[in-house]
């Protein structure tokens, strides 16, 4: 599902119109996005967590010249499923 399908479903749930909802999506997005830059955590009860995973520093090989790189630390976005979305999936 990508965002103009979910925009689709929740005029379809809710009744309201296109305009109400993707304002309150492209809110919720942005909102989300900004706690994630300050390296909050994002926990919504009974969907799961989204937070901030550190990669370490390797030493990498580059494919085509077979070269040693230095790898740099990089962030990324985990997310974690809670108990209840787990459960639904199995």
Same mark, same amino acid.
């Given at each position: 599902?990508?965002?103009?399908?979910?925009? &689709?479903?929740?005029?379809?749930?809710?009744? *309201?119109?296109?305009?109400?909802?993707?304002?309150?999506?492209?809110? *919720?997005?942005? &909102? /989300?996005?900004?706690? /994630?830059?300050? =390296?909050?955590?994002?926990?919504?009860?009974?969907?799961?967590?989204?937070?901030?995973?550190?990669?370490?520093?390797?030493?990498?090989?580059?494919?085509?010249?077979?070269?040693?790189?230095?790898?740099?630390?990089?962030?990324?976005?985990?997310?974690?499923?809670?108990?209840? /979305?787990?459960? *639904? /999936? =199995?």
């Amino acid at each position: 599902m990508n965002k103009s399908e979910l925009i &689709t479903s929740l005029c379809d749930e809710s009744g *309201l119109s296109h305009k109400e909802v993707k304002l309150s999506v492209d809110i *919720l997005f942005q &909102t /989300l996005e900004e706690s /994630l830059v300050k =390296n909050e955590r994002i926990e919504i009860r009974g969907f799961g967590s989204f937070y901030h995973k550190k990669r370490k520093p390797f030493i990498g090989t580059n494919p085509k010249t077979r070269k040693k790189i230095a790898i740099p630390e990089k962030v990324s976005i985990a997310f974690r499923p809670s108990k209840t /979305l787990k459960e *639904l /999936l =199995n």
